[in-house]
């Protein structure tokens, strides 16, 4: 599900726009307050009117950019540090009773996540916070979370646009924070919950190399290769969505939450690799042999599978046809005739 309008392109504009206008003004630290153009904007209409009643209010500082938006969930990670990487200092969320209690969790998880890599990257101050007040009997907390400390920012804002899909504009993003970042391990680990962005690990002993997972992969983070038995991952691709781990058979994969800044990460890197297993009968490579041995371990006892028909099961599938119509004693089709 997407929105029709506004799109990520269209918000990443306003964003960058409102940043640069400010900044332009002479404004710095700024804080983007993204809120709902209902709820979200009376309450902050009461904080200012608040604010000019009661001197122990203070309303809406002046380096806090408010931003309407149809849904406060409708942004997530990509477009927040592309509002750091564009010059925020920080990026608040302000929810209310408006949204199920399910968006403020998914949120959070995300906030989490990108908090991480800013940390990180060494970026100092809490850059990302969701803000939740149900009516005016809310108005002193929201008051006090918006006084905060700014967070530490960018020396140079971005020139990138947002972009329609949202991997792009997450890696865009992180270019630019990781360029202007003063430290850059080569590996950030990430919350477990919500994060888009992991490697993989992988269990040699118990995988099969029969490569479900490369099959189940809808970003092709996962690859094989047509001239060896190899399982290759591309951290970039990435997605976290666990597809390839409930795949398995063998239980052999499991996911690893973390943002590696080595050039690896853009690369496919071999996870597993096996020795090939030869036909019998014409030394063709048809499968691994680690595979080959545990299907005829498992099939040794069984009934169907003794003698030649277990022979055949080291056999390619050419081999395997040419032997069943080259048997003497074996049924075929042919062979029977109706009585």
Known sequence: MTYAYPRASEQGLKIKTLLATYASAGGQQA????????????????LGRAARLDSAAQGVPARVLPMALWHTASTGLELWLSAVAH??????????????????????????????????????????RLLYAKDARDLAALDADLQAAPAQGVAQAAGFAVQADKRATLELALDHLVAQAAVQPDVIALPATGSPLGALAINKDTCTLCLS????????????????????????NCVQCSLCVKTCPEKALSLVPQLSLTAQRKEAVVLNEMQPYACVRCGKPFGTLKTIESMLGKLASHSMFQ?????????????????????????????????
């Open 31 to 46: 804080a983007v307050l993204l809120h709902s153009q209902e709820a979200g904007a009376r309450l902050l209409g009461d």
């Open 307 to 339: 003698g030649a028909a277990l022979e055949r099961l080291k056999m390619c599938g050419d081999c395997r046809v040419i032997d069943i119509y080259s048997a003497d004693n074996e049924l075929k089709i042919t062979d029977i005739r109706q009585t």
């Open 213 to 236: 997972c490369v099959n189940a992969c809808p970003v092709s983070a996962l690859q094989d290769n047509p001239q060896a038995p190899q399982l290759k991952f591309i951290e970039k």
């Open 87 to 128: 010059g925020a200092s920080q990026v608040w969320v302000l929810m209310t009773d408006e949204e199920a209690p399910e968006y403020r969790a998914a949120v959070r998880a995300q906030m989490d996540v990108a908090q991480a890599i800013l940390s990180g990257l060494g970026y100092q101050g809490e850059h990302f």
